[in-house]
């Protein structure tokens, strides 16, 4: 039996991270950002402020159960970018909203060209606890034992998702990142049911690094 371990640092409630839709029919939440741009920001100045960009090599990719339906082989490259976004009335800089966008794009091609597979948004508000949580997992990941068939430790907000995880071959970072109204329930999904990229445990203080540069600028910006 395929036993998974959970262990979520960072909780997800939508009155911090999102604004549900309200229309009938629908799934999923907006962030507090997207809400604004959607009906609070007309005519909408928005920017965005491109902050680090991490590269991502191929890797061998975890064992996942059989059921997974995933076939073993390799990870794929690209890059992770961080940028933040800003919004404002125009002539209203005093009502900015600043969101993180944490967006994966893959490698293809001879040429190197990157695309696009997907990208998540976090609220400004979510930012320094999503950071704070990724030192902790960062910090956890030494004295993390398990003895299931696979184990993950995550933490998330309601779109983006980093953890550890461990099979039978050596544990690897994970990343994810997607539109909560694209994919609700982001946090319950197995790692193998949505689109991830994959880093050595080595690669986790960088990405740290950059959550750190984001908090920096969105404190330039707020100062502005």
């Known amino acids: 039996m395929i036993a998974t371990l959970l262990c979520s640092l960072v909780a997800s409630p939508s009155a911090a991270d999102g604004v549900p839709i309200g229309a009938p029919g629908t799934t999923g939440t907006l962030t507090h950002f997207e809400a604004f741009v959607l009906s609070g920001c007309a005519p909408c100045v928005r920017e965005t402020y491109l902050v680090a960009t991490l590269p991502v090599a191929s890797l061998k990719a975890p064992t996942f159960p059989r059921s997974a339906g995933i076939l073993e082989g390799a990870t794929r490259s690209g890059e992770i970018e961080l940028s933040i976004l800003r919004a404002y009335p125009a002539g209203h800089t005093g009502r ?129």
């Open 96 to 224: 900015q909203q600043l969101a993180l966008r944490i967006a994966l794009s893959v490698t293809a091609g001879q040429q190197g060209q990157t695309f696009l597979l997907s990208a998540g948004l976090v609220d400004e508000s979510d930012v320094a606890s999503l950071a704070a949580a990724v030192g902790e997992v960062s910090q956890a990941a030494g004295s993390l034992k398990s003895t299931a068939d696979m184990s993950d430790l995550e933490i998330h907000t309601d779109n983006v998702r980093v953890g550890i995880v461990r099979t039978t071959a050596e544990p690897l970072v994970y990343i994810q990142a997607w539109s909560s109204v694209d994919l609700p329930r982001l946090p319950l999904k197995q790692v193998w049911e949505v689109p991830s990229f994959y880093l050595p445990l080595s690669e986790l203080p960088a990405l740290e690094r950059g959550l750190d540069s984001v908090r920096g600028k969105i404190r330039q910006l707020r100062a502005s």
